[in-house]
């Protein structure tokens, strides 16, 4: 019998039509042979939808049809199973069922942990990181200090919260400026280069905070990194083995890579989905984005960044296949890890198509490594079969406990 793979994309994020150009990308690579897959749709109003239509992009140019012509479905468990079941009507029957859930989601309330820890409180398998590694993955302050923990090359970072920024101006300015300009401010958590600004001196950096927060209650700022070369690879696997793929250049046009190049790319000439600025059409995700790929990188360079992976990757608690993106000082040669991308653009699929793994081979491989881990989280105890409310009860429960010496009674 085939393996039902729900793959699960969307959601409230800003990355909303980016990872519905990596969904369909990865539903139209996967073994049929061996998957029944089962797409799964989360609008931006949080609605869940299935239906074979959602594997077509042209359909995502009109909601309203996706709303008439698919099945508003809610996932849970239900007498043994995981089963999309209607959401409305007076028939609640049971839509389709699912042996794991693929979530290719990108950014905030999805790949942030959001949606893993649904899938946990569940129990349904699932591709990719739990959640403590997606939110590692996506806060970049945990991440950072993390990162920091195991000592591997940084930028010189500094956070705050808006409320701090609000209560003590200075107090923040005199934290930042302990960084040397041109300084680097971005939102926390929001990804896709949503709030990021360079500032040169503290007339803009005051200006970027206030863009900023606008965006997240926390805020990261750290120093520039000078003749900037950007080079990205993904590692695949999980806490127990781990392997590398080619690493990519990434080119860009302007300051930083900002939404347009990452995602946009050349692609002109294309419809969007209604009321966003994202041409989904004729777009490639992360696919599209200029690069060298292999990037262009001495020997040691490149032993140096797949072993900052591989540990970056471990210590974040990094499950399935991510992509880790690096700083470097062509000037000096120094190497600085930027980030990682638990659930990256596109899957980066094309860094393991450049070492000769295919899509295919990678949505197999991510698969199966999602289901180890499941079978590795069931494997630890996580309950007792004492139940100390038992006890508890009999001696009067909540009403005859006594409180600790000066504590208000119940
Ligand atoms: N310290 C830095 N020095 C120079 N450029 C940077 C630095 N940090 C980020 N950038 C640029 O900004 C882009 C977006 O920053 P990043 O931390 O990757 O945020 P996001 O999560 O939005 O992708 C990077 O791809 C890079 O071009
Ligand atoms: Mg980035």
């Known amino acids: 019998m085939k393996i039902r793979v729900g793959v699960i994309f969307g959601g409230e994020s800003v990355e909303h039509e980016v990872s519905i150009i990596s969904a369909i990308q990865a539903m139209d690579k996967m073994n049929l042979e061996k998957y029944e897959v089962i797409p799964i749709y989360i609008t931006k109003d949080r609605e869940w939808y299935t239906g074979d239509m959602l594997k077509d992009i042209d359909s995502y140019q009109d909601l309203d049809l996706i709303k008439r012509y698919c099945t508003n479905v809610v996932l849970f468990y239900r007498n043994g199973s995981y089963v999309l079941q209607k959401k409305n009507g007076l028939l609640k029957n049971v839509v389709k069922e699912i042996d794991i859930a693929f979530p290719v989601v990108h950014g905030t309330n999805v790949e942030d942990g959001v949606l893993q820890g649904y899938l946990q409180t569940i129990g349904i ?11 590692a993955g996506q806060d970049k302050v945990i991440m950072k200090d993390i990162l920091n923990g195991i000592g591997v090359p940084m ?56 863009d900023a927060i606008q965006y997240d209650t926390k805020i990261v700022v750290e120093e520039v990194v000078k003749n900037l070369k950007e080079v990205n690879i993904a590692v695949m696997g999980s806490y127990e083995h781990q392997k590398v793929s080619e690493i990519e250049e990434v080119l860009s046009g302007n300051k ?15 419809k969007g989905v209604k009321g966003s600025k994202v041409p989904v059409k004729g777009s490639k995700g992360m696919a599209s984005t200029n690069r060298i790929l292999p990037a262009h990188l001495d020997e040691k360079l490149r032993k140096e960044i797949e072993d900052i992976a591989v540990k970056s990757f471990k210590a974040l608690g990094a499950c399935g296949n991510s992509r880790i993106d690096f700083l470097i000082d062509e000037e000096t040669n120094k190497v600085y890890i930027n980030e990682i991308n638990s659930i990256p653009g596109s899957l980066a699929y094309y860094l393991w198509e450049a070492k000769d793994v295919s899509f295919t081979e990678v949505l197999d491989e991510m698969i199966n490594i999602g289901i180890k881990s499941y079978k590795k989280r069931m494997s630890k105890t996580h309950t007792f079969e004492t139940n100390i409310l038992q006890g508890f009860a009999a001696r009067g429960g909540i009403k005859g406990m006594k409180g600790a010496k000066g504590a208000k009674k119940i």
């Open 125 to 135: 398998p699932f591709v990719g990181p739990n959640v403590y590694g997606a939110v």
């Open 256 to 270: 930083f890579l900002t939404y347009q190049d990452k995602y946009i790319g050349g692609g002109k000439g294309s």
């Open 155 to 210: 930028t010189k970072y500094v956070w705050f919260y808006d409320v701090d920024y609000k209560d003590d101006r200075e107090e923040v300015l005199k934290k930042v400026n302990t960084l040397k300009y041109p300084i680097i401010l971005k939102p926390a958590t929001t990804g896709s280069s949503v709030g990021i600004s360079v500032c040169s001196n503290e007339e803009e950096l005051i200006e970027g905070i206030e």
